[in-house]
């Protein structure tokens, strides 16, 4: 009965936690009583949010199931559109590809086959990420983190277009060093492991964006911050190049560290829209 009239109570009034309201009530006679109360409540108000995490994680793991179950299908068009660029590089020098081990290929059909599955459920993965975090949010803050799930996804999908294209290039790069008479071969497994790792740096780091606008809108930094700041930006984000690119060489960190400057700099123009709308909610000293 203690439990139920405190926490109503609590509900009534609105104004404090119903451990304190029901602390109060006691005058401390009570106090393991009231302890036992607030670890009741927070545990109480934790465990619904704890069953709709374990409900989106289920749903996440399911479209991953569903797109690996696609991409085990998808995976001679796939094969031949991800590879494309590399083989006919190799091709194009008298290279070949050719097999190492007997589990090679099976080992890159899954392969394959789990990367195309967490593509394709990339966009619902990022769905479920928002249906979790909105009801937390304010309506201020929906308003302006909305746009934030789909572009992920828009830039994340750019970035794999871009190292796509680049791939020719980066292949002509590498086989340049090759000697005459000497034939470039390649393994299977890596006649995709090279595009895969190119594709999800290019990725990764087209997320740039996000991240810049992220900071603007919590107010951790601002737009004319960031411009003022761009020669370190070029140090951290010349750093952050040579870290993700797959191939470690001079050549691929500059075509990586390129996109990353450009979005940075666009990122932190089109930052200034966003300054208004978070700029007059703290009150200026002048006021007081």
């Known amino acids: 009965m203690l439990t139920e009239y405190t926490v109503r109570d609590a509900d009534e009034n609105g104004t404090a936690p119903a451990w304190q309201l029901c602390e109060s009530r006691l005058g401390g006679v009570y106090p393991q009583m009231s302890m036992d109360l607030q670890h009741e409540i927070e545990h109480t108000a934790v465990l619904p949010h704890l069953v709709e995490l374990r409900s989106r994680i289920g749903y996440a793991l399911l479209a991953v199931a569903v797109g690996i179950v696609a991409g085990w299908w998808l995976f001679p068009h796939a094969f031949h559109l991800v590879s494309g660029p590399v083989l006919r590089a190799v091709h194009a020098q008298g290279g070949a590809i050719f097999t190492l081990q007997p ?44 746009p934030l799930a789909p572009l992920v996804c828009l830039l994340f999908l750019l970035g794999v277009v871009t190292a796509y294209l680049m791939l020719p290039t980066i292949m002509r790069f590498f086989l340049g060093f090759v000697p005459p008479g000497v034939a470039p071969n390649i393994s299977y497994q890596e006649s995709i492991n090279l595009p895969l790792k190119v594709m999800l740096a290019f990725g990764l780091a087209f997320q740039l964006p996000v991240v810049l606008v992220g900071l603007v809108l919590v107010r951790v930094v601002t737009p004319a911050m960031l411009l003022a700041r761009w020669r370190g930006a070029m140090v951290v984000l010349g750093i952050i190049a040579a870290l993700i690119t797959p191939t470690g060489d001079p050549y691929n960190w500059a075509l990586m560290l390129v996109p990353l400057l450009v979005l940075y700099f666009g990122t932190v123009l089109m930052a200034y829209r966003f300054v208004p709308a978070a700029g007059p909610s703290a009150p200026t000293t002048s006021e007081h």
Not at 116 to 122: F, H, K, P, R, Y
């Open 103 to 146: 589990a090679e290929a099976f080992l890159t059909h899954v392969k394959l086959a789990v990367a195309l599955g967490v593509t394709l459920a990339s966009p619902f993965i990022v769905f479920q990420l928002w249906r979790f975090v909105r009801p937390g949010l304010t309506p201020q803050e929906r308003r302006a983190a909305a």
